[in-house]
């Protein structure tokens, strides 16, 4: 306690923190992995919690996320193998890589039907391209696939 001007007692301030940039504490390779699927994983969260079907994708066209939803719906038809969409068969499969290339390549999206031969169910694929911010070179996410019954 230290006597102020008017006769009074104050109590001890210590002194001000310092406050320096992240930056300083972690090195931009170490911070930029960790931020890297910051973006994807916000975007999944919300997709699920609305019981939307929608598959996250990176840009080398590797599957960041499928939703619940997605999953039952590409059932029979499309997969996740090996963090890639993989058609049930060659239709399918080349379906889904002609949409995945076209965003890959530039495109601002595409969109197919991939059915199911034996039961005849069908599904639309619509993917595409997520804008890039400026600056935002370390984001994982690049594209979204929605998948709807028809």
Request: glycine share 10%; net charge neutral; hydrophobic share 45%.
């Amino acid at each position: 306690m230290k006597r102020n001007v008017l006769g009074g007692t104050t109590k001890a301030v210590a002194p001000p923190v310092q406050v320096r940039p992240v930056r300083e504490h972690l090195p931009a390779e170490i911070l930029a992995p960790m931020l890297a699927g910051a973006r994807a994983r916000g975007i999944a969260d919300a997709y699920e919690m609305l019981g939307v079907g929608a598959v996250l994708l990176s840009d080398s066209g590797r599957v960041l996320h499928a939703s619940d939803r997605a999953c039952q719906l590409m059932r029979d038809m499309v997969s996740v193998t090996s963090d890639h969409l993989v058609g049930t068969n060659a239709e399918a499969n080349a379906i889904i890589e002609s949409l995945i290339g076209a965003c890959l390549a530039g495109a601002d999206g595409a969109a197919a039907t991939v059915s199911e031969p034996e039961s005849g169910r069908r599904i639309s694929l619509r993917i595409v391209n997520v804008p890039q911010g400026q600056g935002d070179c370390v984001q994982l996410l690049k594209s979204v696939m929605a998948v709807s019954e028809i």
